[in-house]
């Protein structure tokens, strides 16, 4: 280790999305779209590339234009919210760091609750904060009272939430809804609703009427813009000139502002697919139910939770890991990428012949067990 790191760093690894993987295979391991943008979209938006974008001058660094269009998009469903109260960042990856820096970065903790987005956790400890873990029911509930207790034992600045949950595909009810309304103005709650488009359920009015709420959305997802890494955070303007201050001055290259106006311009186009994704998740989530040796949950989200069953495992004689670990890489195998994460596997919805071709390598791969 070099003498002038940070010793903690030693511990931590580089995120790898990947591991090395078959080609072709189905990449249904990182929720995002299976569809391309349209290629008139692409078309255009290389045109505006040559006539609009000048490569030797920084980007706007307000995110102006940016910001009213997504004020104006997050309107659409209920809120009041203007370009005020918007931050953008390259990716909400983004501004979940920033997040962690405007809140904990000295001696402040975060409450988490795994399964979960892995992300929190991860930037959390780069920046040396600590992380305080509560875990789920077995429903992917979360346990409230584990919670409760955790927040008197710790000096926690931010309860990160995903809504619905990655990877267990469940929002947020009533009653955690509640536990997080109750929470005291110091600590900050943060609704990841990178699956809103889905799910159709958002947190985003009351947020607007809390200092202590911020809900972060992706165009990585629905929007099928992962490539140009495009997140935002939706908060009272207080927090949200928070955020600015600790971001990097030109965190959005011009090209992917570009690509999130456009995308925002043609969204009845490119969401037109989400009743598609309804549909497969449909179809994909009574086909697993149909499997015997699966234990699988609802979905409000583009992506679907299993595990092996306890019938199965007892049969197999095998642990929950061995065996998940087992279907993992065969699927591998056979060109079929999904992601073995907290204790389950989590299936994106993909094209249709992707989930066909899914069904079929899971059904070979359970088959022979
Ligand atoms: C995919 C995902 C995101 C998106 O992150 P980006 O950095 O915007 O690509 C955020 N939160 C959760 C829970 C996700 O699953």
Redesign the pocket.
């Known amino acids: 280790m070099l003498p002038f790191l940070r010793p903690e760093l030693a511990a931590l690894k580089a995120y790898q999305p990947h591991p090395p993987i078959p080609e072709p295979y189905d990449q249904l391991d ?3 779209s299976p569809i391309d943008l349209p290629d008139t979209l692409k078309a255009s938006l290389a045109k505006h590339y040559q006539q609009q974008i000048q490569a030797n001058r920084y980007p706007d660094g307000g995110h102006g234009a940016l910001k009213a269009a997504i004020a104006n998009y997050v309107a659409e469903a209920e809120a009041s919210v203007t370009a005020a109260n918007i931050s953008v ?8 760091r920033s997040i962690l820096i405007a809140t904990a970065i000295n001696n402040g903790s975060i409450l988490v609750a795994s399964p ?2 892995s ?1 929190y956790g991860i930037l959390a400890q780069t920046l040396g904060i600590a992380v305080i873990d509560v875990g789920r029911q077995n429903n992917f509930q979360l346990d409230l009272d584990a919670a409760q207790t955790a927040l008197q034992e710790n000096s926690i600045r931010v309860v990160f939430m ?1 809504h619905p ?2 990877p267990t595909a469940n929002p947020l009810t009533t009653a955690e809804i509640d536990w997080l309304r109750q929470l005291p103005e110091d600590i900050l709650v943060v609704i ?1 609703e ?2 809103f488009e889905f799910s159709q359920q958002t947190l985003v009015q009351e947020s607007l009427n809390r200092s202590n709420w911020v809900v ?1 959305r ?4 629905a929007f099928r813009l ?1 490539a140009h ?3 935002y955070a939706i908060a009272q303007p207080p927090l949200i000139n928070a955020l600015e201050k600790v971001r990097l001055p030109y965190n959005l290259p011009s090209f992917s502002q570009a690509a999130a106006l456009s995308a925002l311009e043609h969204r009845g186009q490119l969401l037109g697919t989400l009743e598609n994704t309804a549909t497969e998740r449909e179809t994909m989530a009574s086909w697993l139910a149909s499997q015997p040796t699966l234990q699988t949950w609802p979905s409000a989200s583009n992506f679907i939770y299993c595990r092996l069953s306890d019938k199965a495992l007892t049969t197999l004689g095998m642990s929950q890991a061995e065996g998940l670990h087992h279907v993992f890489t065969q699927l591998r195998q056979r060109g079929t990428l999904i992601r073995h994460t907290g204790g389950g596997l989590r299936i994106s919805l993909g094209t249709i012949e992707e989930n066909q071709r899914t069904q079929k390598h899971l059904e070979a791969v359970l088959t022979n067990l």
């Open positions: 990182t929720n995002e960042g390259n990716g909400s990856d983004e501004l979940i979960t987005f992300m995903v949950n990655s990841d990178a699956y972060l992706t165009f990585s997802k992962a890494r495009v997140g």
